[in-house]
């Protein structure tokens, strides 16, 4: 049997964490090269990609927040406000900014990014986040609490054969999510034709 050992997050990664905006900096919705990730672009799916939601930084700002980017494959968790979405980040994020109110998790030693990024999001992932909240007025995750999260890991091709069941199942999932939408879409369609239909031959009958 394979056998699984329980290390401390921090013992197998680093977290380092995001970058306010500077003040009197907002966002424009007008697309550039440095978008800017926020916990509202988390919780959609598995792999973060950029959507027409993202909003963006100009070039000056991009260069005083340049050292808090995210890569290929950094699995990011919130730490404020919803605490504990996290997601992996995808080729067309590589080298985006990153909010404060995240941190990226990087530089994982002996664990798989998308293990990892299913073992947060698992009900076990999920108590030791919440274990690791403080305080009641503002709740947040504090890096050192993240660092202390027990994470139990078996060998790294074991953690791949996990994930790859698992991403099987979310494929499914998104594809008849997927489905379901094009059908609702279609019966609204065909609802809406049927329903125009109807009222010609009506206002031809009384005609």
Same mark, same amino acid.
């Given at each position: 049997? @394979?056998?699984?050992?329980? !290390?401390?997050?921090?013992? &197998?990664?680093?977290? $380092? ?9 907002? &966002? ?7 978008? !800017?990730? $926020?916990? $509202? ?11 027409? +939601? ?5 070039? @000056?700002?991009?260069?005083? +927040? =340049? ?12 730490? %404020? ?31 798989? =990014?998308?293990?990892?990024? !299913? ?21 947040? &995750? ?15 091709? %074991? ?7 698992? =991403? ?6 998104? &594809? ?12 609204? !369609? ?18």
């Amino acid at each position: 049997m @394979e056998e699984w050992k329980t !290390y401390k997050l921090g013992d &197998l990664a680093t977290i $380092r964490g995001g970058k306010r905006l500077p003040k009197g900096v907002a &966002l424009t919705p007008v697309a550039n090269s440095h978008p !800017y990730i $926020r916990i $509202r672009d988390l919780g959609h799916s598995r792999v973060l990609d950029i959507n027409p +939601i993202f909003e963006y930084v100009d070039d @000056e700002t991009q260069k005083s +927040i =340049s050292r808090y980017i995210v890569n290929t494959d950094d699995v990011i968790l919130s730490i %404020v406000g919803t605490i504990g979405l996290t997601g992996i980040i995808g080729k067309s994020l590589n080298g985006a900014n990153l909010t404060e109110n995240c941190v990226k998790i990087v530089n994982l030693n002996g664990l798989e =990014s998308r293990f990892l990024y !299913y073992f947060l999001s698992s009900p076990i992932g999920q108590a030791e986040i919440e274990r690791g909240i403080v305080g009641a007025v503002q709740p947040k &995750l504090p890096i050192k609490n993240i660092q202390d999260i027990s994470i139990p890991v078996p060998s790294i091709e %074991v953690q791949k054969k996990i994930a790859d069941i698992l =991403s099987s199942f979310d494929q499914k999932i998104e &594809l008849n999510n997927r489905i379901n939408h094009n059908l609702l879409d279609s019966w609204h !369609y065909n609802g809406s034709y049927k329903a125009l239909i109807n009222n010609q031959l009506n206002n031809r009958l009384a005609a």
